[in-house]
């Protein structure tokens, strides 16, 4: 008798396990489905940048589920189906750390783009700060030195009298004249702040660049050109104060996400510009016609509503504001050193995009390299300690190091 009621009770806590797990089970598949599956619309697009740049986190998860699920002394329908769901999300969020090795592989091969001794020509006063690896699990868990550094914040006036942000990141110590990142967020060209960079600021200014992190005026209400003229002026206000910085006025970069990177690409390309040693693109748009006719599927952002609220019209409408708009019409020979990073599944500016602007800077003689993440959705650097960021972060860094680095 009472062997017997052991089993019933052992049965029946194997039931409660077993209806305990499978809700876990069914959500954590539920978010590792977004590594793959692109999101249809706006407010689902969180989960697809956000699950793959967890997905080491996820991968623990499941395998943790699928052992107590092998575990279950239960009968029925439910243990296999807990093991499957289990299963299924185990392989779909190991997706992104098995393609880690060829990824890091081929960033650094696009690099040497810069000269094959592009490597020995860092700095050595910069190399201390440098992480040693392209992706540790350790950053992974532990997270990026972000840096503490309070921002010192200042008013950019235009010429039209529109008062403009800006916040300045100094770095903890810096002797002599040393080198400048201007950063530009993205948003559409519909949103934002500079704050949205802080973080990557914060990181950068902790190396020893001052860091302007600048705004621009909005669309609809403000469309373009009035977004690069924003740019260039807040460009010339910090170049104006380089002495009052410590800045060498030789060694600045822009870099930009977004509406931000192709707005950095335009006031870096733009003839008479004023001098950039670099420029860092994270997935900016390139080409906006091409865009409007070829937008992603699915489009979360509807990109031709984007584009119009932009530029006032359609290409058919607006065809010359729409080449003087796209940085890959800019392209001419002599430009300053150009990385650009795509993620391979963005959904709102599409790879096919970087290769083209890479493909006309090489064939101009300019200098680029192109790293592409291939589990990467839009903004995937928004998960600061993600797989995504810190491949994309190491070569910026060096890049810009690189780039920077004080004239022999």
């Avoid at 296999?80 to 592989?105: D, H, K, N, R, Y």
């Avoid at 080198?179 to 190396?207: E, H, K, L």
């Avoid at 910085?245 to 030789?250: A, K, M, S, T, V």
């Avoid at 795509?342 to 493909?359: A, C, F, K, N, P």
Wanted: glycine share 8%.
């Amino acid at each position: 008798m009472g062997s017997l009621s052991h089993s019933v009770c052992m049965a029946i806590l194997g039931k409660v396990w077993a209806w305990a797990i499978a809700p876990l089970a069914a959500i954590a598949l539920f978010l590792s489905s977004w590594i793959v599956v692109p999101a249809p619309n706006l407010w689902l697009l969180p989960l697809g940048v956000g699950a793959p740049e967890v997905s080491p986190f996820l991968l623990l998860i499941q395998a943790i589920l699928l052992g107590l699920a092998l575990l279950l002394k239960v009968s029925g329908p439910l243990k296999p189906l807990v093991i499957a769901m289990a299963a299924m999300g185990l392989v779909l969020s190991s997706l992104p750390l098995l393609q880690v090795p060829a990824t890091v592989e081929r960033a650094e091969a696009q690099m040497q783009s810069f000269g094959p001794d592009y490597g020995d020509q860092l700095p050595p006063n910069g190399q201390p700060f440098l992480r040693s690896s392209p992706f540790a699990l350790v950053d992974l868990l532990g997270g990026l030195p972000e840096g503490a550094i309070v921002p010192e914040r200042q008013t950019v006036v235009t010429p039209d009298g529109a008062a403009l942000a800006l916040e300045i990141y100094q770095p903890p110590s810096a002797q002599g004249p040393h080198p400048a990142i201007v950063t530009i967020y993205g948003g559409a060209w519909r949103q934002g702040s500079p704050d949205a960079t802080a973080r990557f600021s914060s990181y950068m200014a902790a190396q020893g660049y001052t860091v302007f992190a600048i705004d621009y005026r909005h669309a609809p209400e403000h469309r373009f050109p009035t977004q690069l003229e924003d740019v260039q002026t807040a460009l010339a206000w910090a170049r104006d104060r380089t002495a009052t910085y410590g800045i060498d006025p030789n060694r600045m970069a822009l870099v930009g996400w977004s509406a931000g990177a192709h707005l950095a690409m335009l006031a870096a390309y733009a003839p008479g510009a004023l001098p950039l040693r670099a420029v860092v693109s994270y997935y900016g748009p390139v080409n906006l016609a091409a865009g409007y006719y070829d937008p992603p599927v699915p489009d979360p952002i509807d990109t031709t509503a984007v584009l119009e609220a932009f530029l006032g019209g359609n290409p058919e409408q607006l065809p010359d504001l729409y080449q003087q708009a796209s940085p890959v019409f800019a392209v001419r020979p002599g430009l300053p050193p150009t990385l650009l990073i795509y993620g391979q599944r963005d959904h709102l500016v599409q790879l096919s995009y970087g290769q083209q602007m890479y493909e006309q800077l090489t064939r101009s003689g300019n200098p680029a390299a192109l790293i592409v993440i291939p589990w990467a959705e839009h903004a995937f650097d928004a998960v600061f300690r993600g797989p995504g960021n810190q491949i994309a972060l190491y070569h910026t860094e060096r890049f810009l190091a690189w780039a920077l680095r004080p004239a022999p």
